[in-house]
Structure formats: C-alpha cells, structure tokens
C-alpha cells in the first residue's frame, strides 16, 4: 500500500526559510515522479511541481517555478519542498503526491498534508 | 493554461438520489495517439485530503463504489454519483492531466438535503 507520510504543522514569520519533507513508503520510490499540491485556506487545489528521484529532475509549474524548490533523498525515500523567504501568501495546505506511472500529473496517492502558516 | 470549469458550485441531494457535477476544458484533453481523455476526478472529505475517483474520465480506482459513473469526451466530462449516500459528501475535484500544469476544476460540493 502506498504511504506518504507528511511532516507536521509549521507556523513561521515572513523572510524566514522552511523545508517541509514527506515520506514514501509501499512502492518503487525511485520509479514514480512525487510532488506537491497546494491548496489554499477555503479554495481549490493547485499543482505545484514534481521530481523524479531516481536522477532529480524536476518540473514546476509556472505559477511556482522560481518560488520554491523540489528535492528528493532517494536514500530514505523522502521528498522535500523548501522555501528561501516565507511571504503570507505561503500560508495553506501543502499535499504530497505520488503520481501515475506514465504521466506527469495524475495523482494516485496523497500524503495527509502540511499546514503551513506565515504569520508576523 | 486550460482552464477547467466546473457547474454547479454546489449541490444539495437526497440521499438515494443522483448528483451530477459537470465539468468543461477550454482546450481538447483527448490525445489523439491513444484516443484517451486525460481527465480525472477527485473526492475530498472534510479534514481530508483528495482522493483519485475516476482515471482516463471513466476508469474507476479499485476501490471506489460503482454508484460513481464518470464520462464525457474532449472538452466536456461528467460525474455521477447515483443512488447519493451520506459518506458521499464531499467536495469532487476534476483535473486535466494532458499537459502543464495539471489545472484542476474549482470544485463542486455535495450535500445531502
């Protein structure tokens, strides 16, 4: 069974830096793309990138590239999503995901989520 | 982007009834190599995260009840949940996954009258 377990709730100050980790367990870690899915206080969901750890390629969506960065440690099995300087706007549910062999945005396994809250 | 629009934004049924959630592409999501839609649908529980349904518009996850029906082609989708049972309510997603950035509908939620 797949399993992507999600680090706990983060409460941080604008500028400040956060890596939130998710890890992944029942299947061929090095053999799927894994990524994150944000959603907002109250709103929908936004795909936000993924990672293919067996050699760390990464795709981001345009909305995200630039603001955030993916990374795998295939050696324990785990995906990060990392911020350089928090904004307010960082605040919402960050999900993990494990996507679809053969696609790059199918989802078939998500992690139990991560609040992040940017507050002053 | 495509932009994936959902209707309604909300629906109130009757337990027993049936809901249909629509949902249309601003741009085709059928690959014409394989002839297969790229659309999927998620269900969200309250306090929970979102959960694949339905796969390729109309391939339903192991798992899933076959009281949830999807179908449609090209730009226009449906999901059905016929004979709606209370665990039912939720919040029910569609996503294009054809090309980036994988946009997902705004969401409909469902409630039971």
């Known amino acids: 069974e797949v399993q992507l377990v999600q680090s706990g709730a983060e409460v941080k100050k604008p500028g400040e830096s956060l890596r939130i980790s998710c890890k992944a367990s029942?299947?061929?870690?090095?053999?799927?793309?894994i990524g994150w899915v944000r959603q907002m206080p109250g709103k929908g969901l936004e795909w936000m990138g993924i990672?293919?750890?067996?050699?760390?390629?990464?795709r981001y969506s345009p909305s995200f590239e630039g603001q955030v960065i993916i990374s795998a440690d295939k050696s324990i099995s785990t995906a990060f999503l990392h911020w350089s300087g928090l904004k307010a706007s960082d605040t919402a549910m960050y999900y993990c995901?494990?996507?679809?062999?053969?696609?790059?945005?199918?989802?078939?396994?998500w992690g139990q989520g991560t609040l992040v809250t940017v507050s002053s | 982007d495509i932009v994936m629009t959902q209707s309604p934004d909300s629906l109130t049924v009757s337990l027993g009834e049936r809901a249909t959630i629509s949902c249309e592409s601003s741009?085709?999501?059928?690959?014409?190599?394989?002839?297969?839609?790229?659309l999927a649908w998620y269900q969200q529980k309250p306090g929970h995260p979102p959960k694949l349904l339905i796969s390729?518009?109309?391939t339903r996850e192991s798992g899933v009840p076959d009281r949830f029906s999807g179908s449609g082609s090209g730009t226009d989708f449906t999901l059905t949940i016929s004979n709606l049972q209370a665990e039912d309510v939720a919040v029910y997603y569609c996503q294009q996954y054809f090309v980036t950035p994988g946009t997902f509908g705004q969401g409909t939620k469902v409630e039971i009258k």
């Open positions: 390729w518009a109309s």
């Open positions: 995901v494990k996507v679809y062999g053969g696609t790059y945005y199918l989802l078939d396994g």
């Open positions: 741009q085709t999501v059928l690959y014409s190599s394989n002839n297969k839609n790229h």
């Open positions: 990672i293919y750890p067996r050699d760390s390629e990464t």
């Open positions: 029942g299947y061929s870690f090095t053999s799927y793309w």
